[in-house]
């Protein structure tokens, strides 16, 4: 798979979406629960990188795709997490299974 820089690109053969800067590669790993649910597990940013909004877009990317398909998603990453909280619009595609996985 080729990778442009600067462009969020869907890794769909390793679940994860992927974004290159200057060479420097940062990503966010999903999984499929069901068929209707993403459990967005884990967003990693290259250190030289943070604190430049690339977790966001990341984070926005997969949310968009999420929705595109119509998919309710997991946000198991505290990254992911932080961001709904933050944007409110997205709550809609938060699974109530979130609440169930939290309880067990």
């Known amino acids: 798979m080729k990778i442009q820089p600067g ?6 053969s390793h679940n994860r979406f992927v974004l290159v800067i200057d060479g ?3 990503h966010l790993i999903y999984r499929a629960i ?3 649910t993403i ?6 940013v290259h250190p030289k ?3 430049h909004g690339v977790a966001e877009r990341l ?12 998919v309710k998603i997991i946000p198991t990453c505290t990254h992911t997490a932080d961001y709904i909280a ?3 619009e997205w709550e809609s ?12």
């Open 34 to 36: 069901d068929p209707l």
């Open 59 to 70: 984070i926005e990317h997969a949310l968009k795709w999420a929705k595109s398909i119509g």
């Open 24 to 26: 420097l590669e940062s």
């Open 86 to 88: 933050r944007h409110p």
């Open 49 to 51: 990188l943070r604190g």
């Open 93 to 104: 595609i938060v699974s109530s299974r979130e609440d169930e996985e939290a309880v067990s």
């Open 39 to 44: 459990d967005f597990l884990s967003t990693w």
């Open 7 to 12: 462009e969020v690109v869907h890794d769909e």
